[in-house]
């Protein structure tokens, strides 16, 4: 009797389907546009004789109302419908940065406004950003490698955009990068207005039954008591926050001073964009490797981001520094993909919205801290000094994750 042949499985949701082209589309445009407004700012400000405090102000209040409202995103999306406040979101971002270049263009700038408008942004970024984490399960079966690629098409996008900013900037005005970014949340826009989901993501847990209508406030809850009741997720949380304070944080502002006073704005460009290929190419392999324990891989792997601040403060040369940039983005971008993997296959979908909300708002959070305490400190100890501890401490965070066994022996889901 002839044996019967059965056929691969083949994923219901590939990457090459429409529904992840259009999503991956979203991710890269936002992502673009996102990377162009440092420079617009920078540029616009400046042009109107005001100095980076102004600047940093500015790019503040954008980062510091989406911490706030991520929180309240994480519920929403939860409690409605995710695509349609992703789209609304988006829509929000598309007036605000209209109506910036309106007032570059128009020549009336006044910092309050421009606050004004990032803080709206940032409102709208934090409604925004909890949807992704429950979209990504909707759209791909294959989730690390669905997570691979659109970081792949994110740093991508990251290594474009300030280039793209800084051509319109010196062809046209500050008011053309803004309305450029107003352009990408429409393409954005459009995309996931284009997309259908199923009804409900996909989780690697079993997601809890029926339940009677819930309040704000108890979802809220309800979704503290699940992050507080993952010891893997909540301590690499914990750890993270260390991280941007005491390593991560102070590296741009400070290797920024470094770079642009040693070798020149032009040099600093090239090992920025090298930081972005970094992310990149971890990526890749990460798109591929199945490791039975993803967090642990993802923490070896960040012993790579190490490397670059640790050679700007030895005062490496510059083809040292490239190479340590690309290393530190490799370890970033592999890690990435192994720690939104576990969230997204070990949380049940009712909740993942919020337990992603609380996961960025804590990392989110302690950045800006960082990037404020990294002037003072490099006022009492140097600045090379704060980059080579931020090495060392870079280590310890390494050791620590590894240390938690409830982090080392998360198994793939």
């Given at each position: 009797?002839?044996?019967?042949l059965v056929?691969?499985?083949v994923?219901a949701?590939?990457?090459?389907?429409?529904?992840f082209g259009?999503?991956?589309?979203?991710?890269?445009a936002?992502k673009?546009?996102?990377?162009?407004?440092?420079v617009?700012?920078?540029?616009g400000?400046l042009q109107y004789?005001?100095g980076?405090s102004?600047v940093?102000?500015?790019?503040?209040?954008?980062?510091?109302?989406t911490?706030v409202f991520?929180?309240?995103g994480g519920v929403?999306?939860?409690?409605?419908n995710?695509?349609r406040?992703?789209?609304?979101?988006?829509a929000?971002?598309i007036v605000?940065?209209a109506?910036?270049?309106?007032l570059?263009?128009?020549?009336?700038v006044?910092?309050w406004?421009i606050?004004?408008?990032?803080?709206?942004?940032?409102?709208?970024?934090?409604l925004f950003?909890p949807?992704?984490?429950?979209?990504i399960?909707?759209?791909?079966?294959?989730?690390q490698?669905?997570n691979g690629?659109i970081?792949?098409g994110e740093?991508?996008a990251m290594?474009?955009?300030p280039?793209?900013?800084?051509l319109?900037?010196?062809?046209?005005d500050p008011?053309?990068v803004?309305?450029?970014?107003?352009?990408?949340?429409?393409i954005?826009t459009l995309c996931l207005?284009l997309?259908r989901?199923?009804?409900?993501p996909g989780?690697?847990?079993?997601?809890?039954?029926?339940?009677?209508?819930?309040t704000?406030?108890?979802d809220l809850a309800?979704?503290?008591?699940?992050f507080?009741?993952?010891t893997w997720?909540?301590a690499?949380?914990?750890i993270w926050?260390?991280?941007?304070?005491?390593?991560?944080g102070?590296l741009?502002?400070?290797?920024?001073?470094e770079?642009i006073g040693?070798?020149g704005a032009?040099?600093?460009?090239?090992?920025?964009?090298?930081?972005?290929?970094?992310?990149a190419?971890?990526a890749?392999?990460?798109?591929?490797?199945r490791?039975?324990h993803?967090l642990?891989?993802?923490a070896?792997?960040?012993l790579?981001t190490?490397?670059f601040?640790?050679?700007v403060?030895?005062q490496?040369?510059v083809?040292a520094?490239?190479?340590a940039?690309v290393?530190?983005?490799a370890g970033?971008?592999f890690?990435?993909?192994?720690?939104?993997?576990s969230?997204?296959t070990?949380?049940?979908g009712?909740?993942?919205?919020?337990?992603h909300?609380y996961?960025?708002a804590?990392?989110?959070?302690?950045?800006?801290?960082?990037?404020?305490?990294?002037g003072?400190?490099?006022?009492?100890?140097?600045?090379?000094t704060v980059?080579?501890?931020g090495?060392?401490?870079t280590l310890?965070?390494?050791?620590?994750?590894?240390?938690?066994?409830?982090?080392?022996?998360?198994?793939?889901a």
């Amino acid at each position: 009797m002839p044996a019967l042949l059965v056929p691969p499985l083949v994923p219901a949701r590939p990457l090459r389907s429409r529904a992840f082209g259009l999503f991956f589309a979203a991710r890269a445009a936002s992502k673009l546009g996102e990377t162009m407004l440092p420079v617009a700012l920078s540029a616009g400000l400046l042009q109107y004789g005001m100095g980076a405090s102004e600047v940093g102000l500015a790019m503040a209040s954008t980062i510091a109302t989406t911490a706030v409202f991520i929180i309240f995103g994480g519920v929403f999306s939860d409690r409605f419908n995710t695509l349609r406040l992703m789209v609304g979101s988006d829509a929000v971002r598309i007036v605000t940065q209209a109506v910036a270049a309106l007032l570059f263009l128009t020549g009336h700038v006044v910092l309050w406004q421009i606050c004004l408008i990032g803080a709206v942004n940032g409102i709208a970024t934090g409604l925004f950003q909890p949807g992704v984490a429950s979209t990504i399960p909707r759209v791909a079966d294959d989730v690390q490698a669905a997570n691979g690629t659109i970081r792949i098409g994110e740093s991508l996008a990251m290594l474009a955009g300030p280039a793209v900013a800084g051509l319109l900037v010196a062809v046209a005005d500050p008011a053309a990068v803004f309305a450029a970014h107003a352009a990408t949340y429409a393409i954005s826009t459009l995309c996931l207005a284009l997309l259908r989901l199923p009804e409900s993501p996909g989780s690697g847990e079993a997601a809890p039954g029926p339940k009677p209508p819930t309040t704000y406030w108890s979802d809220l809850a309800e979704g503290w008591r699940e992050f507080r009741s993952r010891t893997w997720l909540w301590a690499t949380i914990v750890i993270w926050m260390f991280f941007m304070i005491t390593a991560w944080g102070p590296l741009v502002p400070l290797t920024s001073v470094e770079l642009i006073g040693g070798h020149g704005a032009q040099t600093y460009g090239l090992i920025s964009s090298a930081l972005g290929l970094g992310t990149a190419l971890g990526a890749v392999p990460a798109m591929r490797l199945r490791p039975d324990h993803p967090l642990r891989a993802g923490a070896l792997s960040l012993l790579g981001t190490a490397t670059f601040p640790a050679a700007v403060g030895a005062q490496l040369p510059v083809s040292a520094l490239l190479v340590a940039a690309v290393l530190t983005g490799a370890g970033m971008g592999f890690w990435s993909v192994m720690w939104a993997t576990s969230i997204q296959t070990r949380v049940p979908g009712p909740v993942l919205s919020r337990l992603h909300a609380y996961e960025v708002a804590g990392s989110v959070a302690m950045l800006p801290v960082g990037q404020a305490l990294a002037g003072p400190a490099a006022g009492l100890f140097g600045a090379r000094t704060v980059l080579l501890a931020g090495g060392v401490l870079t280590l310890l965070v390494v050791a620590a994750l590894v240390s938690v066994p409830a982090i080392r022996g998360l198994k793939r889901a």
